[in-house]
Protein backbone atom coordinates (compact mmCIF):
# COMPACT_ATOMS: atom_id res chain seq x y z
CA UNK A 1 0.00 0.00 0.00
CA UNK A 2 2.57 2.46 0.92
CA UNK A 3 4.61 1.73 -2.19
CA UNK A 4 1.44 2.30 -4.50
CA UNK A 5 0.95 5.72 -2.97
CA UNK A 6 5.02 6.39 -3.85
CA UNK A 7 4.08 4.95 -7.03
CA UNK A 8 1.16 7.80 -7.42
CA UNK A 9 3.19 10.29 -6.27
CA UNK A 10 6.26 9.94 -8.66
CA UNK A 11 3.49 10.58 -11.34
CA UNK A 12 2.56 14.00 -9.75
CA UNK A 13 4.92 15.96 -12.03
CA UNK A 14 3.38 14.74 -15.31
CA UNK A 15 0.04 15.19 -13.97
CA UNK A 16 0.77 18.80 -13.31
CA UNK A 17 2.01 19.02 -16.60
CA UNK A 18 -0.60 17.53 -18.20
CA UNK A 19 -3.03 20.05 -16.76
CA UNK A 20 -1.00 22.64 -18.11
CA UNK A 21 -1.05 21.59 -21.21
CA UNK A 22 -5.36 21.24 -21.41
CA UNK A 23 -5.18 24.83 -20.20
CA UNK A 24 -2.98 26.05 -22.57
CA UNK A 25 -4.55 24.04 -25.38
CA UNK A 26 -7.72 25.54 -24.54
CA UNK A 27 -6.65 28.80 -25.48
CA UNK A 28 -4.28 27.64 -28.75
CA UNK A 29 -7.51 25.80 -30.27
CA UNK A 30 -9.72 28.39 -29.27
CA UNK A 31 -8.31 31.03 -30.55
CA UNK A 32 -9.89 33.68 -28.46
CA UNK A 33 -8.03 37.18 -28.62
CA UNK A 34 -7.70 37.57 -24.70
CA UNK A 35 -7.22 41.13 -24.98
CA UNK A 36 -10.94 41.46 -26.65
CA UNK A 37 -13.41 42.64 -24.03
CA UNK A 38 -16.70 41.81 -23.57
CA UNK A 39 -19.27 44.27 -23.32
CA UNK A 40 -21.27 45.31 -20.35
CA UNK A 41 -23.47 47.11 -22.45
CA UNK A 42 -25.27 43.51 -23.79
CA UNK A 43 -29.10 43.20 -23.84
CA UNK A 44 -29.12 46.91 -22.53
CA UNK A 45 -30.39 50.20 -23.92
CA UNK A 46 -28.09 52.14 -26.22
CA UNK A 47 -26.52 54.77 -23.76
CA UNK A 48 -27.50 58.38 -24.83
CA UNK A 49 -24.89 60.17 -26.94
CA UNK A 50 -25.21 63.06 -28.04
CA UNK A 51 -23.03 63.93 -31.99
CA UNK A 52 -22.53 67.16 -34.10
CA UNK A 53 -23.41 66.82 -37.76
CA UNK A 54 -21.25 65.99 -40.64
CA UNK A 55 -21.76 68.43 -43.20
CA UNK A 56 -24.10 67.22 -45.70
CA UNK A 57 -25.17 63.98 -44.35
CA UNK A 58 -28.17 63.00 -41.97
CA UNK A 59 -27.40 62.94 -38.14
CA UNK A 60 -28.67 60.33 -36.15
CA UNK A 61 -29.65 60.50 -31.86
CA UNK A 62 -31.17 57.61 -29.35
CA UNK A 63 -34.36 58.62 -31.20
CA UNK A 64 -33.38 56.67 -34.27
CA UNK A 65 -32.53 53.72 -32.83
CA UNK A 66 -35.82 52.66 -30.36
CA UNK A 67 -38.54 51.51 -32.25
CA UNK A 68 -37.14 51.14 -35.32
CA UNK A 69 -38.23 48.76 -38.71
CA UNK A 70 -35.73 46.32 -38.18
CA UNK A 71 -31.89 45.51 -36.54
CA UNK A 72 -29.53 48.27 -37.01
CA UNK A 73 -25.64 48.82 -36.78
CA UNK A 74 -23.94 51.17 -34.86
CA UNK A 75 -19.89 51.11 -36.48
CA UNK A 76 -17.39 54.04 -34.94
CA UNK A 77 -14.76 54.62 -37.49
CA UNK A 78 -12.48 57.20 -38.42
CA UNK A 79 -10.41 58.53 -41.24
CA UNK A 80 -7.22 57.81 -39.14
CA UNK A 81 -8.14 54.38 -38.79
CA UNK A 82 -6.56 51.51 -41.06
CA UNK A 83 -8.30 48.77 -39.80
CA UNK A 84 -11.90 50.59 -40.95
CA UNK A 85 -10.70 51.08 -43.98
CA UNK A 86 -10.16 47.68 -44.40
CA UNK A 87 -14.21 46.81 -43.32
CA UNK A 88 -15.37 49.50 -45.36
CA UNK A 89 -16.19 47.00 -48.23
CA UNK A 90 -17.69 44.77 -45.91
CA UNK A 91 -19.83 47.46 -44.35
CA UNK A 92 -20.85 48.88 -48.20
CA UNK A 93 -22.23 45.64 -49.03
CA UNK A 94 -23.99 45.04 -46.01
CA UNK A 95 -25.66 48.86 -46.67
CA UNK A 96 -26.28 47.52 -50.45
CA UNK A 97 -27.02 44.17 -50.52
CA UNK A 98 -28.47 43.09 -47.49
CA UNK A 99 -30.46 46.52 -46.47
CA UNK A 100 -29.01 46.99 -43.15
CA UNK A 101 -29.30 50.18 -41.94
CA UNK A 102 -25.44 51.32 -40.31
CA UNK A 103 -25.22 53.97 -38.38
CA UNK A 104 -21.64 55.32 -38.02
CA UNK A 105 -19.91 57.66 -35.24
CA UNK A 106 -17.13 59.19 -36.63
CA UNK A 107 -14.66 59.33 -33.76
CA UNK A 108 -12.19 62.00 -33.02
CA UNK A 109 -11.54 63.05 -36.21
CA UNK A 110 -11.13 65.94 -38.65
CA UNK A 111 -14.68 66.59 -40.17
CA UNK A 112 -12.93 67.64 -43.27
CA UNK A 113 -10.73 64.32 -43.63
CA UNK A 114 -14.03 62.30 -42.68
CA UNK A 115 -15.79 63.70 -45.77
CA UNK A 116 -13.04 63.33 -48.15
CA UNK A 117 -12.86 59.59 -47.29
CA UNK A 118 -16.66 58.98 -47.60
CA UNK A 119 -16.51 60.71 -50.86
CA UNK A 120 -13.31 58.64 -52.19
CA UNK A 121 -14.86 55.19 -50.91
CA UNK A 122 -17.85 55.81 -50.68
CA UNK A 123 -20.57 56.27 -48.02
CA UNK A 124 -22.35 52.76 -46.18
CA UNK A 125 -23.97 54.96 -43.75
CA UNK A 126 -27.72 55.27 -43.61
CA UNK A 127 -26.53 58.63 -41.06
CA UNK A 128 -23.61 59.66 -39.48
CA UNK A 129 -22.98 61.73 -35.98
CA UNK A 130 -19.39 62.80 -35.01
CA UNK A 131 -17.90 62.41 -31.52
CA UNK A 132 -15.09 64.91 -32.08
CA UNK A 133 -13.99 64.37 -28.25
CA UNK A 134 -14.16 61.03 -28.25
CA UNK A 135 -16.12 61.89 -24.74
CA UNK A 136 -19.37 60.37 -26.26
CA UNK A 137 -18.14 56.91 -27.55
CA UNK A 138 -17.03 56.03 -23.52
CA UNK A 139 -20.55 55.72 -22.83
CA UNK A 140 -20.69 53.43 -25.12
CA UNK A 141 -17.48 51.89 -23.55
CA UNK A 142 -15.39 52.15 -26.91
CA UNK A 143 -11.83 51.11 -26.57
CA UNK A 144 -10.55 50.95 -30.00
CA UNK A 145 -11.66 51.54 -33.37
CA UNK A 146 -13.25 50.09 -35.26
CA UNK A 147 -15.77 48.76 -33.43
CA UNK A 148 -19.65 47.65 -34.47
CA UNK A 149 -22.73 47.25 -32.75
CA UNK A 150 -25.86 44.96 -33.25
CA UNK A 151 -29.19 47.03 -32.13
CA UNK A 152 -32.44 45.44 -31.92
CA UNK A 153 -35.61 47.14 -32.65
CA UNK A 154 -36.04 48.26 -29.23
CA UNK A 155 -33.07 49.69 -29.08
CA UNK A 156 -30.82 47.26 -27.36
CA UNK A 157 -27.63 46.41 -28.03
CA UNK A 158 -27.09 42.69 -28.72
CA UNK A 159 -23.61 42.04 -29.75
CA UNK A 160 -20.15 44.17 -30.19
CA UNK A 161 -17.49 43.78 -32.32
CA UNK A 162 -14.12 45.04 -31.63
CA UNK A 163 -11.71 45.57 -35.25
CA UNK A 164 -12.75 45.51 -38.30
CA UNK A 165 -15.56 43.30 -39.61
CA UNK A 166 -14.00 40.88 -41.83
CA UNK A 167 -15.51 38.36 -44.45
CA UNK A 168 -15.87 35.63 -41.67
CA UNK A 169 -17.23 38.07 -39.13
CA UNK A 170 -19.90 39.34 -41.47
CA UNK A 171 -21.31 36.03 -42.44
CA UNK A 172 -20.40 33.67 -40.21
CA UNK A 173 -21.27 36.38 -37.39
CA UNK A 174 -22.82 39.94 -37.74
CA UNK A 175 -25.13 38.57 -40.49
CA UNK A 176 -26.83 35.14 -38.38
CA UNK A 177 -27.55 37.83 -35.58
CA UNK A 178 -28.77 40.18 -37.47
CA UNK A 179 -31.66 37.18 -38.84
CA UNK A 180 -32.34 36.20 -35.83
CA UNK A 181 -33.60 39.51 -34.53
CA UNK A 182 -35.46 40.40 -37.43
CA UNK A 183 -37.31 36.69 -37.00
CA UNK A 184 -38.21 37.36 -33.34
CA UNK A 185 -41.16 39.57 -33.58
CA UNK A 186 -43.00 37.34 -37.12
CA UNK B 1 -7.44 98.68 2.80
CA UNK B 2 -5.07 97.82 -0.55
CA UNK B 3 -3.65 95.81 2.12
CA UNK B 4 -6.82 93.46 3.04
CA UNK B 5 -7.56 93.32 -0.40
CA UNK B 6 -3.90 91.86 -1.06
CA UNK B 7 -4.47 89.51 1.77
CA UNK B 8 -7.89 87.97 0.37
CA UNK B 9 -6.57 87.33 -2.93
CA UNK B 10 -3.48 85.83 -1.51
CA UNK B 11 -5.88 83.52 0.31
CA UNK B 12 -7.88 82.73 -2.60
CA UNK B 13 -4.89 81.55 -4.22
CA UNK B 14 -3.38 79.52 -1.65
CA UNK B 15 -6.80 77.49 -0.97
CA UNK B 16 -7.31 77.43 -5.11
CA UNK B 17 -3.72 75.85 -5.17
CA UNK B 18 -4.75 73.80 -1.71
CA UNK B 19 -7.65 72.08 -3.74
CA UNK B 20 -5.96 71.63 -6.93
CA UNK B 21 -3.43 69.37 -5.28
CA UNK B 22 -6.23 67.42 -3.61
CA UNK B 23 -7.96 67.23 -6.38
CA UNK B 24 -4.15 66.14 -8.13
CA UNK B 25 -3.67 63.83 -5.00
CA UNK B 26 -7.54 62.00 -5.77
CA UNK B 27 -6.66 62.05 -9.63
CA UNK B 28 -3.29 60.22 -9.30
CA UNK B 29 -4.68 57.73 -6.79
CA UNK B 30 -7.95 56.91 -8.95
CA UNK B 31 -5.25 56.84 -12.41
CA UNK B 32 -2.98 54.14 -10.63
CA UNK B 33 -5.88 51.83 -9.77
CA UNK B 34 -7.49 51.93 -13.53
CA UNK B 35 -6.19 50.07 -16.54
CA UNK B 36 -6.04 51.12 -19.70
CA UNK B 37 -7.63 49.37 -21.72
CA UNK B 38 -5.19 50.22 -24.99
CA UNK B 39 -2.72 48.54 -23.25
CA UNK B 40 -4.00 46.19 -20.78
CA UNK B 41 -1.44 45.90 -18.36
CA UNK B 42 -0.63 49.51 -17.83
CA UNK B 43 -2.16 51.87 -15.65
CA UNK B 44 -3.69 55.31 -16.53
CA UNK B 45 -0.99 56.74 -14.97
CA UNK B 46 1.61 54.80 -16.60
CA UNK B 47 -0.43 55.24 -20.07
CA UNK B 48 -0.16 57.72 -23.09
CA UNK B 49 -2.43 55.82 -25.19
CA UNK B 50 -4.94 57.90 -26.70
CA UNK B 51 -8.15 56.57 -24.41
CA UNK B 52 -6.23 56.50 -21.54
CA UNK B 53 -5.36 60.38 -21.82
CA UNK B 54 -9.62 60.84 -22.48
CA UNK B 55 -10.34 58.67 -19.44
CA UNK B 56 -7.71 60.69 -17.44
CA UNK B 57 -9.77 63.60 -18.62
CA UNK B 58 -13.03 62.08 -17.67
CA UNK B 59 -11.41 61.07 -14.35
CA UNK B 60 -10.28 64.83 -13.43
CA UNK B 61 -13.75 66.43 -14.62
CA UNK B 62 -15.32 64.24 -12.50
CA UNK B 63 -13.08 64.72 -9.35
CA UNK B 64 -13.17 68.32 -9.88
CA UNK B 65 -16.93 68.31 -10.23
CA UNK B 66 -16.93 66.97 -6.67
CA UNK B 67 -17.55 63.25 -7.12
CA UNK B 68 -16.44 60.55 -4.65
CA UNK B 69 -13.46 57.82 -6.07
CA UNK B 70 -16.48 55.01 -6.08
CA UNK B 71 -18.67 56.82 -7.79
CA UNK B 72 -15.93 57.48 -10.82
CA UNK B 73 -14.62 54.08 -10.62
CA UNK B 74 -18.56 52.91 -10.94
CA UNK B 75 -19.17 55.35 -13.80
CA UNK B 76 -16.23 53.46 -15.29
CA UNK B 77 -17.07 49.87 -14.55
CA UNK B 78 -20.61 50.34 -15.84
CA UNK B 79 -19.21 51.17 -19.53
CA UNK B 80 -16.07 49.28 -19.51
CA UNK B 81 -16.72 46.22 -17.04
CA UNK B 82 -14.63 45.41 -13.86
CA UNK B 83 -11.76 44.71 -16.07
CA UNK B 84 -10.73 47.72 -16.10
CA UNK B 85 -10.20 48.05 -12.26
CA UNK B 86 -6.63 47.06 -11.94
CA UNK B 87 -6.96 46.11 -8.16
CA UNK B 88 -10.43 43.35 -8.31
CA UNK B 89 -13.24 44.73 -6.01
CA UNK B 90 -13.78 42.06 -2.92
CA UNK B 91 -16.78 40.25 -4.03
CA UNK B 92 -18.06 36.58 -4.33
CA UNK B 93 -17.51 36.22 -7.58
CA UNK B 94 -13.91 37.24 -6.72
CA UNK B 95 -13.38 35.18 -3.78
CA UNK B 96 -10.72 32.76 -5.18
CA UNK B 97 -8.82 35.36 -6.56
CA UNK B 98 -8.21 36.65 -3.33
CA UNK B 99 -8.49 33.71 -1.13
CA UNK B 100 -6.51 31.72 -3.64
CA UNK B 101 -3.20 32.35 -2.63
CA UNK B 102 -4.20 31.71 0.95
CA UNK B 103 -5.41 28.88 0.03
CA UNK B 104 -2.46 27.10 -1.38
CA UNK B 105 0.19 28.41 0.65
CA UNK B 106 -2.07 25.99 3.66
CA UNK B 107 -2.38 23.63 1.41
CA UNK B 108 1.24 23.47 0.94
CA UNK B 109 2.15 23.57 4.80
CA UNK B 110 -0.24 21.16 5.26
CA UNK B 111 1.21 18.41 2.59
CA UNK B 112 4.72 19.93 4.45
CA UNK B 113 3.46 18.87 7.91
CA UNK B 114 1.67 15.13 7.02
CA UNK B 115 5.54 15.06 4.95
CA UNK B 116 7.30 15.75 8.10
CA UNK B 117 5.24 13.80 10.37
CA UNK B 118 5.54 10.53 8.49
CA UNK B 119 9.28 11.02 8.02
CA UNK B 120 9.46 11.29 11.67
CA UNK B 121 7.17 7.74 12.12
CA UNK B 122 9.24 5.94 10.07
CA UNK B 123 12.51 6.51 11.69
CA UNK B 124 12.73 3.24 13.74
CA UNK B 125 14.86 3.12 16.41
CA UNK B 126 17.65 0.51 15.91
CA UNK B 127 16.68 -3.02 17.58
CA UNK B 128 18.78 -4.35 20.29
CA UNK B 129 22.06 -6.19 19.60
CA UNK B 130 20.81 -10.35 20.28
CA UNK B 131 23.19 -12.02 22.94
CA UNK B 132 24.49 -13.40 20.01
CA UNK B 133 25.00 -10.62 17.78
CA UNK B 134 26.30 -9.05 21.39
CA UNK B 135 29.06 -12.22 21.61
CA UNK B 136 30.07 -12.11 18.16
CA UNK B 137 30.77 -7.96 18.48
CA UNK B 138 32.95 -8.64 21.58
CA UNK B 139 34.75 -11.20 19.46
CA UNK B 140 35.87 -8.55 16.89
CA UNK B 141 36.48 -5.95 19.42
CA UNK B 142 39.00 -8.37 21.39
CA UNK B 143 40.48 -9.85 18.52
CA UNK B 144 41.43 -6.36 17.36
CA UNK B 145 42.84 -5.24 20.41
CA UNK B 146 44.96 -7.85 20.44
Known amino acids: ?186 | MTTIIKFIFCFFIISNSVLADTNNKAAYELYKELRCLVCQNQSLLESNAPLALDLKKVVMDKIELGQSKNEIKKFLVDRYGEFILLKPKYSIQNILLWLGPILFLLIGFFVTFVFLRKQSMYKEEPLPLTNEEENSLKKILDNNVS
Open chain 1, 1 to 186: MKNKLKYFYSYTPLIVFLILVLFFARQLILKEDPSELPSVLIDEKFPSIILSELVGYKVFSNKNLINANGPSLVNIWSSWCVPCKVEHEYLMSMSNNYNIIIYGINYKDNKEDALKVLDLNGNPFYAIGADQDGMQSINLGVYGVPETFIIDRDGNIRYRHVGPILEYDMEKIILPIINKIKQERL
